[in-house]
């Protein structure tokens, strides 16, 4: 077991997931690990990475960190042997068939429950990725995450099968910054990240009117995936407008939903999700409740938590106050 910041032990499962995430998001080129542009690595090679070997992880380990994943970080896929040329060289049947999982999020679903349910003991038979959350460039996320769409409708055709909300969820001492600089910047990923929750029916579950339903750390909340359960302040975004006005949006295979946002200009300052596609901001760790609405601040945050660091830096983050934090 490895130990956290306060001494007590981390279960294994829990240390190898940690150790997986960070591979196949960050570090994989890093560690020599050969890693496709859609993101994938062979198994077989994982096992021998520095990190993963010592802590002397099995196949059936990955196989369970996958299908046990709260999160859904990762993707499966499974690699027929019949598919497999001499040499160990990927087919291209093997090829055209990673990049028809990058179709729609439930292909890439069923490529996952069917690699899980497979009984093979080779691990170079299987091929894992992050299903989002990359920060290496050499990954062109475009090609396994699921564009959206003002066309998108439901398979019977009856309404949009666009998310119903939207949301960014951050700290006090980022939310000036965000303001400042006028959106949401993905810093050190590829993308900025967001939840399709809480609805507003979560934070207010008595109306507008009513006091807001305060942040419990304790509690479980209802998002899969997409921010952290200790999000202090929720962006919610008009995700019509954002794509009308072109602000590419994708899905993941775990239902994060992802933009790197847009050029604005000539500002030379990289992409952004502007503040313009802001719905709604609101407090929820104090109870202050909505901040921004319709363009236009409601009430400033309280310099005491304005001035408060991202708790993730006191995590082992390191990255203390910045404009696109909160991410999973």
């Not at 070997?53 to 996958?66: D, F």
């Not at 999160?71 to 001499?86: G, V």
């Not at 050029?263 to 909505?290: A, C, Q, Y």
Request: hydrophobic share 35%.
């Amino acid at each position: 077991m490895s130990r956290r910041g306060g001494g007590r032990a981390m279960p294994r499962e829990v240390v190898l997931s940690k150790a997986l995430s960070h591979l196949l998001r960050h570090s994989a080129e890093k560690e020599n690990l050969k890693i496709s542009k859609e993101g994938y690595v062979n198994v077989a090679d994982l096992l021998e990475t520095r990190k993963v070997k010592s802590l002397k992880v099995t196949l059936p380990e990955i196989i369970q960190a996958v299908a046990s994943s709260d999160k859904q970080r990762f993707s499966l896929f499974y690699i027929s042997p019949a598919t497999i040329e001499s040499g160990n060289q990927e087919s291209q049947e093997q090829q055209e068939a990673v990049v028809a999982t990058a179709a729609s999020e439930e292909k890439q679903k069923n490529a996952t429950a069917h690699a899980l349910s497979v009984k093979d003991n080779d691990p170079s038979h299987f091929l894992i990725r992050a299903t989002q959350g990359h920060s290496m460039k050499s990954v062109d996320t475009t090609l396994f995450l699921e564009k959206l769409s003002l066309d998108d409708t439901k398979e019977d055709g009856a309404a949009s099968n666009l998310p119903d909300t939207v949301v960014h969820g951050t700290y006090h001492g980022a939310w000036p910054l965000i303001l400042a600089s006028g959106g949401l910047r993905s810093m050190s990923r590829l993308q900025v990240h967001f939840a399709t929750g809480p609805t507003m029916d979560e934070v207010y579950p008595n109306g507008r009117d009513a006091p807001i339903a305060l942040l419990d750390p304790r509690s479980k909340a209802t998002v899969i995936s997409g921010m952290r359960s200790d999000a202090e302040i929720l962006i919610y975004i008009n995700l019509r407008r954002a794509l009308e006005a072109g602000c590419p949006f994708y899905r993941s295979e775990n239902g994060v939903i992802l933009s790197e946002g847009m050029n604005l200009g000539d500002s030379g300052e990289g992409k952004i999700v502007p503040i313009e596609f802001f719905d709604l901001v609101i407090e929820r760790k104090t109870g202050l409740g909505v901040l921004w609405e319709d363009g236009s601040v409601v009430q400033e945050l309280p310099s005491h938590l304005a001035e408060k660091r991202n708790p993730k830096a006191t995590r082992g983050g390191g990255r203390g106050r910045g404009r696109g934090m909160g991410q999973p």
